[in-house]
């Protein structure tokens, strides 16, 4: 949003929506998207955005909005990380390749934290981030061999994740550029083998002791 002499409500919204669609923060995204809407449909003709009502619904419609869920009340399911993999998905395909990543990265961090635990502690993980209690959790005594890998192998997809995240910001070579794009893309389109309905059924016997051990970590710390 470019910076106007204007203090309509409408003009605000946009702006703030566009910082929160930077960082993904798709429930935010969301209820103000509706507040969004109610303004437009009760936009004056003296507005300065009156002419543009249609052009800015086109915009969400280009983001897809809709396509997010906001009501998460079953902590059984993916479904905070699936609101971050759309953001993700749409992000990449529109080339925003960063975004990509930081939607991507924050879903791990967040949406995978409350699959296993819930909203305990969720302040925590995003201040310090998904590796703080991650780190290790897959070596938590009583775990069979398989769930042991399949957690390890989260902890590594987080960790490329992150670290795409985290090159983008840095690079300046075009053709390493390329790479990273290639890689995010790769992971993308390969992450819902990763969390499959198979794979989460075998975590449900280990999900209350492996939620226990993330809260041990997060209260010694």
Not at 59 to 85: G, H, P, Q, T
Not at 149 to 155: D, G, V
Not at 203 to 211: G, M, N, P, V
Request: proline share 2%; charged share 30%; glycine share 4%.
């Amino acid at each position: 949003m470019p910076y106007l002499s204007t203090n309509e409500p409408l003009y605000m919204q946009l702006r703030e929506f566009a910082r929160i669609l930077q960082f993904a923060k798709y429930k935010e995204i969301f209820i103000l998207y509706e507040k969004i809407k109610i303004n437009i449909e009760n936009l004056k003709k003296d507005s300065i955005f009156y002419p543009f009502r249609q052009e800015i619904l086109g915009i969400f419609n280009f983001f897809r909005i809709d396509e997010i869920k906001i009501n998460v009340e079953d902590d059984k399911n993916l479904s905070v990380f699936n609101n971050y993999l759309i953001l993700s998905k749409l992000f990449c395909e529109k080339e925003y390749y960063i975004n990509s990543a930081i939607a991507l990265k924050d879903g791990i961090d967040v949406g995978i934290y409350r699959y296993f635990v819930g909203d305990f502690g969720v302040h925590l993980v995003r201040e310090n981030k998904f590796g703080f209690f991650w780190n290790e959790i897959f070596k938590t005594e009583g775990l069979n061999e398989y769930i042991k890998k399949y957690l390890k192998m989260i902890f590594i997809l987080r960790c490329k994740v992150s670290n795409i995240r985290n090159n983008f910001v840095h690079l300046e070579n075009k053709k390493d550029n390329q790479n990273l794009i290639k890689e995010l893309k790769e992971i993308i389109e390969n992450i819902e083998q990763i969390f499959n309905p198979s794979a989460l059924n075998k975590l449900e016997t280990f999900k209350k002791q492996i939620a226990k051990k993330i809260r041990q970590k997060l209260q010694s710390n």
